[in-house]
């Protein structure tokens, strides 16, 4: 199997410190939804493991991010294309989860639910806790300068860690290689 994890905010749709909290704020970065389906349709299962306080916070509730979800996935699948495992974290950086990034719980999730190991399997995202997550579970770190990719790249990267403009630029070596 051919599994590819990445990160939702900052590498599918535009960030915001202000949080995405309806589905109208949810903006697709350019050529994201178009670089799923091609992974998709190139025998690549794409899984999501995003984390989003803004259920703890209280700022969406969880039927909100599962809209958001549906329109992502209506979108790939509007190019041929579907997104495999979506997974969350609605908890708050402290409320002590093992899911919330820089921890690797969800990451475990999705190769506990494709039955895979993690060792070397690419985990895409641009922040500092996407890099960590994948280093605490053998994965390959991969950074995007979209969304906070351009503040994490200033700040120094984990040895190893490739680095890509965006999904895109992902998508292209995976499918070309």
Request: hydrophobic content about 40%; glycine content about 10%; overall charge negative.
């Amino acid at each position: 199997m051919k599994l590819l994890i990445i990160d939702r905010d900052g590498v599918i749709n535009e960030d915001s410190d202000a949080y995405i909290k309806s589905v109208e704020e949810w903006i697709p970065i350019p050529g994201s939804i178009e670089a799923i389906a091609q992974l998709s349709k190139a025998g690549w299962t794409v899984a999501v493991a995003t984390n989003q306080s803004g259920i703890a916070r209280g700022y969406y509730p969880t039927t909100t991010l599962d809209a958001m979800h549906e329109r992502l996935r209506a979108l790939v699948a509007e190019l041929g294309g579907e997104v495999g495992l979506i997974v969350h974290c609605p908890h708050g950086p402290d409320d002590g989860c093992d899911c919330r990034k820089p921890k690797p719980g969800m990451l475990k999730t999705i190769a506990a639910h494709y039955a895979v190991e993690l060792t070397g399997l690419w985990f895409v995202g641009d922040s500092k806790g996407d890099l960590e997550a994948a280093l605490a579970v053998d994965a390959q770190p991969v950074l995007v300068k979209t969304g906070k990719g351009e503040r994490t790249l200033s700040k120094g990267l984990p040895a190893g860690t490739l680095v890509f403009e965006d999904l895109a630029a992902v998508a292209r070596a995976l499918i070309h290689t």
